[in-house]
């Protein structure tokens, strides 16, 4: 069945203004095939809709069936409900100890190591002192966004750090807007100065960043640039910075600093962020995470206007584009980045053919003339598609996960984009072991690009697919 976000055909009436008429606002979106919307805009409208002849009983019946046949499947209609199979689920099955070793796993997943000198993994039994510094160092409730559930226990960074070293803590600031008189950076520089290591906690929270509230700036909030240049310089030991956030930074300052180990990404983790982040600084979990963003300049935010949907770059008004598929300017980080603590090396062991023959009907026009595509549908996509194999192999000395990201560059046909992520595998080996990655290339739904007009089209020519350092390229013919 096709559900609505909350609200939606009411804001598609009453603020974009798409139709005249809540009527036909109701009748258009079930026409269309919505079957239920999150709200109660259909609740009020369709009887009226119906009514003026701008939708028939039968759309109506269409919708209700589908919600009826999901409602059946789910068993609303088998019987008292607590005799059957998930009748006796209750609060008692939330917080088991599975459940919050999966938070705790989730979390570990997810984090992203952006750098790291060398620092990382740290030893905890060498360290006495570790200054746990920053607004998010003991944050709770931010660690679970928005959206959230209620959480079995909070496991905040600095609890999870302090289960292993004596911490020191310092908020630096008295809360993540960091503005005025809200900096104490004396106390901070104090503690960093008389640990072994110093772990800086800061990003964003509900207050900087949620629905209906967006960032202006790219930069660290308020003065936490400032807190963590005095901390890292003051710092007796390596500083490990953490950034905790759902959106990017840019952080360009603490990458390029001499005075900064390692930096961690770990979003908004969970109720067991701080243990999952222990793990992967004292090093019982390698960090195999991956960027699910662009990391853009500051300077992006004043070039690039909130309003301005186009994702294509324009380089007459020096327009930079949108995302990882078509930005051509400079990143702080880009998408799919990610370090480990071990090395992995792969090898294409099953290639595709050089090039790949689409058969088109005799009255096809590309058969008597050149075209930069076709369209990406009918009978020549039928069956048309490759595989390809990869062996990766963990040459360190840590066990560790790794998530092989297949890319395609296509040709230039159509403003197409510079590389797309055609999917991703996650192979977890031990040190000395290869484990072999497979990929589908369907040639119509993986490597078509979008026209000017908005059709799919596979454009004609070289596709060059690509993982890592590895490349292969893929002339598709006709």
């Given at each position: 069945?096709?559900?609505?976000?909350?609200?939606?055909?009411?804001?598609?009436?009453?603020?974009?203004?798409?139709?005249?008429?809540?009527?036909?606002?109701?009748?258009?979106?079930?026409?269309?095939?919505?079957?239920?919307?999150?709200?109660?805009?259909?609740?009020?409208?369709?009887?009226?809709?119906?009514?003026?002849?701008?939708?028939?009983?039968?759309?109506?019946?269409?919708?209700?069936?589908?919600?009826?046949?999901?409602?059946?499947?789910?068993?609303?209609?088998?019987?008292?409900?607590?005799?059957?199979?998930?009748?006796?689920?209750?609060?008692?099955?939330?917080?088991?100890?599975?459940?919050?070793?999966?938070?705790?796993?989730?979390?570990?997943?997810?984090?992203?190591?952006?750098?790291?000198?060398?620092?990382?993994?740290?030893?905890?039994?060498?360290?006495?002192?570790?200054?746990?510094?920053?607004?998010?160092?003991?944050?709770?409730?931010?660690?679970?966004?928005?959206?959230?559930?209620?959480?079995?226990?909070?496991?905040?960074?600095l609890q999870g750090l302090g289960a292993s070293v004596n911490t020191?803590?310092?908020?630096?600031?008295?809360?993540?807007?960091?503005?005025?008189?809200?900096?104490?950076?004396?106390?901070?520089?104090?503690?960093?100065?008389?640990?072994?290591?110093?772990?800086?906690?800061?990003?964003?929270?509900?207050?900087?960043?949620?629905?209906?509230?967006?960032?202006?700036?790219?930069?660290?909030?308020?003065?936490?640039?400032?807190?963590?240049?005095?901390?890292?310089?003051?710092?007796?030991?390596?500083?490990?910075?953490?950034?905790?956030?759902?959106?990017?930074?840019?952080?360009?300052?603490?990458?390029?600093?001499?005075?900064?180990?390692?930096?961690?990404?770990?979003?908004?983790?969970?109720?067991?962020?701080?243990?999952?982040?222990?793990?992967?600084?004292?090093?019982?979990?390698?960090?195999?995470?991956?960027?699910?963003?662009t990391w853009y300049p500051a300077s992006y935010a004043d070039t690039?206007?909130?309003?301005?949907?186009?994702?294509?770059?324009?380089?007459?008004?020096?327009?930079?584009?949108?995302?990882?598929?078509?930005?051509?300017?400079?990143?702080?980080?880009?998408?799919?980045?990610?370090?480990?603590?071990?090395?992995?090396?792969?090898?294409?062991?099953?290639?595709?053919?050089?090039?790949?023959?689409?058969?088109?009907?005799?009255?096809?026009?590309?058969?008597?003339?050149?075209?930069?595509?076709?369209?990406?549908?009918?009978?020549?996509?039928?069956?048309?598609?490759?595989?390809?194999?990869?062996?990766?192999?963990?040459?360190?000395?840590?066990?560790?996960?790794?998530?092989?990201?297949?890319?395609?560059?296509?040709?230039?046909?159509?403003?197409?984009?510079?590389?797309?992520?055609?999917?991703?595998?996650?192979?977890?080996?031990?040190?000395?072991?290869?484990?072999?990655?497979?990929?589908?290339?369907?040639?119509?739904?993986?490597?078509?690009?979008?026209?000017?007009?908005?059709?799919?089209?596979?454009?004609?020519?070289?596709?060059?697919?690509?993982?890592?350092?590895?490349?292969?390229?893929?002339?598709?013919?006709?």
């Amino acid at each position: 069945y096709i559900v609505s976000d909350c609200d939606s055909v009411d804001v598609l009436y009453t603020q974009q203004h798409y139709t005249k008429t809540p009527e036909e606002a109701a009748a258009i979106t079930i026409k269309s095939g919505l079957d239920l919307n999150c709200g109660n805009f259909l609740a009020q409208h369709t009887v009226a809709a119906v009514q003026a002849g701008e939708l028939s009983e039968e759309d109506v019946d269409r919708a209700i069936t589908n919600n009826f046949i999901m409602l059946m499947r789910l068993g609303f209609f088998d019987g008292d409900p607590r005799e059957l199979a998930f009748g006796s689920l209750g609060p008692k099955d939330v917080c088991t100890s599975s459940n919050r070793e999966l938070a705790r796993e989730t979390a570990r997943q997810g984090i992203v190591l952006l750098k790291n000198n060398g620092a990382l993994p740290l030893s905890a039994k060498s360290i006495k002192s570790m200054a746990v510094i920053g607004p998010n160092a003991n944050a709770s409730f931010t660690m679970i966004g928005n959206y959230e559930g209620t959480p079995c226990k909070y496991t905040t960074p600095l609890q999870g750090l302090g289960a292993s070293v004596n911490t020191v803590y310092q908020p630096g600031c008295t809360n993540v807007g960091c503005s005025g008189n809200s900096l104490q950076l004396s106390t901070a520089v104090a503690a960093a100065a008389s640990a072994d290591v110093t772990v800086l906690v800061v990003g964003a929270d509900q207050s900087i960043e949620r629905e209906s509230l967006d960032r202006t700036s790219l930069l660290l909030p308020g003065q936490q640039t400032q807190l963590v240049s005095a901390v890292a310089n003051a710092s007796r030991g390596p500083v490990i910075l953490v950034v905790m956030s759902g959106g990017p930074f840019d952080i360009s300052f603490a990458k390029a600093s001499d005075k900064i180990s390692a930096i961690l990404w770990v979003g908004y983790p969970g109720e067991a962020g701080g243990a999952a982040l222990a793990d992967i600084i004292f090093g019982s979990h390698n960090p195999s995470g991956r960027l699910p963003v662009t990391w853009y300049p500051a300077s992006y935010a004043d070039t690039v206007k909130m309003t301005d949907m186009r994702m294509r770059p324009d380089t007459s008004t020096g327009y930079p584009g949108r995302t990882y598929r078509f930005y051509t300017g400079d990143t702080v980080f880009a998408f799919g980045d990610g370090l480990s603590y071990t090395k992995m090396s792969h090898q294409l062991v099953s290639a595709p053919p050089s090039y790949v023959s689409m058969q088109l009907a005799e009255d096809h026009p590309c058969r008597a003339e050149e075209c930069a595509s076709v369209e990406a549908a009918s009978d020549h996509c039928e069956d048309l598609a490759f595989d390809v194999k990869l062996r990766v192999r963990n040459a360190g000395e840590v066990a560790g996960a790794h998530s092989v990201l297949l890319f395609s560059s296509p040709p230039s046909a159509h403003n197409a984009p510079a590389k797309h992520l055609l999917g991703f595998e996650k192979v977890s080996l031990a040190p000395g072991e290869a484990g072999t990655v497979a990929f589908r290339v369907d040639v119509c739904r993986d490597l078509s690009v979008v026209d000017e007009l908005g059709g799919r089209k596979v454009a004609l020519g070289g596709h060059t697919l690509h993982v890592g350092d590895l490349k292969h390229t893929v002339e598709l013919r006709v």
